[in-house]
């Protein structure tokens, strides 16, 4: 198997756990309330954490979306903005980097 297609079957298995805690997290901050508002206070605290945890998936799922598309494009490890090559260094440490550090 190809490098880029090690790589995709990682991305697709992130993309696969970040979607089911993404999913997750949604049931969490549509359950019901508690009545009691000391609880309901602790509750709507820990839904604004939630919630930035919930965008910061949703973040990552747009970049892998988006790193599984320029694969499909044959341009895996060209920076979306400027078109170079993306340096092995931060792909490894990014695999769904689409932009340089230049540029990022
Ligand atoms: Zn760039």
Do not use: F, H
């Not at 697709?12 to 009545?35: M, S």
């Not at 939630?50 to 341009?75: N, P, S, V, W, Y």
Request: with cysteine; glycine share 8%.
């Amino acid at each position: 198997m190809s490098n880029i297609g090690k790589i995709k079957l990682q991305l697709e298995k992130k993309l696969r756990e970040l979607t089911e805690r993404a999913e997750g997290i949604d049931q969490d901050l549509t359950a019901p309330g508690d009545d009691d508002w000391e609880e309901a206070a602790v509750e709507a605290a820990g839904d604004e954490v939630l919630e930035e945890i919930g965008d910061i998936t949703l973040d990552e799922i747009a970049q892998i979306k988006q790193a599984l598309a320029q694969i499909e494009a044959g341009r895996y490890g060209q920076c979306t903005a400027c078109g170079e090559e993306i340096s092995a260094g931060r792909l490894q440490a990014l695999p769904y980097a689409t932009e340089c550090v230049k540029c990022a």
